[in-house]
């Protein structure tokens, strides 16, 4: 058995240490999320917490960790009549990225089911990690359908097998511990509510810090048992602590003055759903016994809502997850030593209607009071002397470059995918080849079966009957009679940006939309789970300014950075995305690319002809068969149509930024059948 590195060796990482422990007090708090740059240790604590947890009592021989005091009436190792009381350690079971469906929630034995009708289960890692820790590194980086399994079990604390008819449950209730960088990519809200607390963990800055944690490092690495048993004191004295807290945890006090904090501080912060409320009391609780207290106090308090909730205030992918803390100390101060109202219902005329005193919502007062209904005019505000009018152009830089100016407000956008059937990575956009979706087909398995097509099997069989001698109820089925499920479903894919940032789209209003429609796009990107990359160009050429990744906040952190001015260079950004696409094909060839062009299609640097140099550069992504859609920019009652001419060379489509709006087309969409019945009533 490998040695682990000891949990009290880790060097500083005190909120990350505390959040583990409470978890270890109380599961459940429900489990840790750590967050933080590659290289700090994050998977490294997580493992040696498993040393430090108390055995477990297991069923003897059950392979599901029932507890003998109350064993699981449905497990499928059951009932549990004669076996007696085992004890072994607490697991720590790791999810790999790439394990499969059948690999996380078990497989059942299809030819010893068809042929003899008998539920043959082989358990998966959920059964596992029933009753300790389930762990996975890079969390964020988790296909779908896998994190589908883990939101189920969270949630029912239980794990559904269901094969063409044929179904197994058992319980799984686990701590689940995610560790990842946030620059490959952001956690799916669903799965990141689950997660009870979060920590944020970077590298110390401090020299003589950085020193201890190499030289302990080197040491442990040279002698890991010798390592381990200079700490052995210390990691006993943290396993008694341990204990003695789950002792003291049931004869806590969550008082009805804390309470109302708890929940005051989780309205302050917007946080959505009641599980914050929920969690934030467990954790205060779980830190008062901690420190061995019966009640739960104000401090508590404060540091449960640093744990709990940074990760629940997020109102879309871009926010950066954080607490605000001078408001969090307001609100604790402000709900101090009260008690809450025995009637929560304030009625028609108390706080919160809009009325004096109330929250807003309610009409703002006529006659001069408030402010003043916005009015769509074309006359220009009075602006204070030295300032610069609302419509004036961007300050310049040096040659012509403009300052970047704010992304404007995101909006949902229209369906964008590649044509055809893929095979890439699960996600939400294109048409593909998945292992979860709907039955297409059926063919023969290539490796080990994991999608049975009932009836495709027993067609196969059923002709070699009489053959192979069957005379009892069950099909005589060979290996060869299988066949493997062929089912659609969705796939993610590369969206590459090619964003003209060039002085014929630098007027401020006009960029602003342009970014916020790109900004819109990351959105829809982050949730159907695509990759991303930003090519920019302007001046005299073209800037990957973010290869191809995961992580759509990076994308959003350049595009808000992106500077404006000079020419058009509309071939060498185009010639910049080929290439970018060239390389990403070799690194992951299954995942298929969308170039979403967005320009107003003029082209004024590149040579003596920029305009065939930018069509010949365009009919290089037609010939390479990379689906294309291009942005149309151009503004003003007069449209010279060169984006869409810049379309057809690369064999895609033209949009309009008023078109990209996903309630735009819903417009046209009712627009059109509102036509169409007064036709038919005429």
């Excluded at 596992?128 to 890079?138: K, N, Q, S």
């Excluded at 003029?602 to 003596?608: L, M, N, Q, V």
């Excluded at 033209?654 to 038919?680: P, Y």
Aim: hydrophobic letters at 40%; charged letters at 25%; a negative charge.
């Amino acid at each position: 058995m490998s040695i682990r590195f000891p949990f009290t060796a880790v060097v500083g990482m005190d909120d990350l240490r505390l959040a583990l422990l409470l978890n270890a007090v109380s599961p459940a708090v429900g489990g840790v999320l750590v967050r933080g740059e590659k290289g700090t240790a994050k998977s490294t604590a997580v493992r040696a917490l498993a040393e430090l947890l108390p055995e477990v009592a297991v069923v003897a021989g059950c392979r599901f960790s029932c507890d003998p005091g109350s064993p699981d009436p449905g497990c499928p190792d059951g009932p549990h009549l004669d076996g007696g009381p085992d004890a072994r350690p607490a697991r720590m079971v790791e999810l790999p990225v790439g394990a499969s469906e059948d690999r996380l929630v078990g497989a059942l034995d299809i030819e010893r089911a068809l042929a003899e009708g008998v539920k043959a289960f082989e358990p998966g890692l959920l059964a596992a990690a029933h009753r300790g820790i389930l762990y996975v590194d890079e969390v964020n980086l988790l296909s779908d359908h896998l994190i589908d399994h883990l939101l189920d079990a969270a949630a029912m604390g239980a794990s559904h097998v269901e094969r063409e008819g044929v179904s197994v449950r058992h319980a799984a209730r686990f701590l689940l511990v995610g560790t990842m960088n946030p620059e490959e990519g952001e956690l799916r809200p669903q799965l990141l509510d689950r997660f009870g607390l979060t920590v944020e963990v970077a590298a110390s800055r401090d020299p003589q810090q950085r020193v201890e944690v190499v030289r302990r490092r080197l040491a442990f690495e040279d002698d890991p048992a010798g390592f381990a048993a200079r700490w052995a004191g210390e990691e006993a004295a943290l396993r008694e602590r341990i204990v003695a807290a789950r002792e003291v945890l049931p004869r806590v006090v969550l008082g009805d003055a804390v309470l109302l904090q708890i929940a005051a501080t989780c309205a302050a912060f917007e946080v959505d759903g009641m599980r914050a409320d929920i969690v934030m009391a467990r954790t205060a609780t779980a830190l008062a016994a901690w420190a061995g207290r019966e009640e739960v106090t104000s401090e508590d308090v404060r540091q449960a809502a640093l744990l709990a909730l940074p990760h629940r205030r997020r109102r879309n992918p871009f926010d950066a997850p954080g607490m605000d803390e001078e408001k969090l100390d307001e609100t604790l101060e402000r709900f101090k030593g009260e008690e809450p109202d025995d009637d929560p219902d304030p009625g028609p005329d108390g706080p919160g209607d809009g009325g004096p005193g109330g929250g807003g919502g309610g009409v703002p007062p006529q006659g001069g009071e408030g402010p003043a209904p916005e009015t769509e005019t074309d006359s220009v505000p009075e602006q204070a002397p030295g300032t610069a009018p609302e419509h004036a152009p961007a300050p310049r830089g040096a040659a012509g470059e403009r300052a970047a100016v704010s992304a404007g407000e995101p909006f949902r956008t229209r369906m964008l995918s590649v044509p055809g059937l893929g095979d890439g990575a699960a996600g939400r956009r294109s048409r593909a080849r998945t292992q979860n979706g709907r039955t297409t087909g059926a063919t023969r398995p290539d490796g080990a079966l994991t999608k049975l097509h009932l009836a495709a099997t027993v067609r196969a069989a059923a002709p070699h009957q009489k053959a192979r001698g069957r005379s009892g109820p069950g099909l005589v089925v060979r290996r060869d009679d299988l066949r493997q499920a062929v089912r659609e479903g969705r796939e993610g894919n590369l969206v590459l940006f090619v964003v003209d940032a060039s002085g014929s789209m630098a007027a401020r209003k006009r960029m602003g939309a342009v970014k916020g429609a790109v900004l819109s796009l990351l959105l829809d990107a982050y949730q159907r789970r695509d990759k991303v990359g930003l090519v920019t160009f302007r001046g005299r050429g073209a800037e990957l300014a973010l290869p191809p990744t995961s992580s759509v906040d990076a994308a959003a952190a350049r595009l808000e950075e992106l500077p404006t001015g000079g020419r058009t260079p509309l071939s060498a950004g185009l010639l910049k995305a080929h290439d970018a696409l060239r390389v990403e094909r070799l690194r992951d060839p299954s995942r298929r690319p969308l170039l979403v062009v967005v320009t107003d299609g003029r082209a004024t640097g590149g040579g003596p002809d920029p305009v065939g140099t930018a069509a010949r550069a365009a009919r290089l992504h037609a010939a390479d068969g990379t689906a294309s859609v291009v942005v149309d920019c151009e503004a003003g009652p007069v449209r010279l149509g060169l984006a869409g001419n810049l379309a057809r060379e690369l064999g895609g489509t033209a949009v309009t930024l008023d078109e990209l709006r996903a309630d735009a087309i819903a417009g046209l969409v009712r627009e059109a059948q509102v036509n169409r019945s007064v036709r038919r009533a005429a």
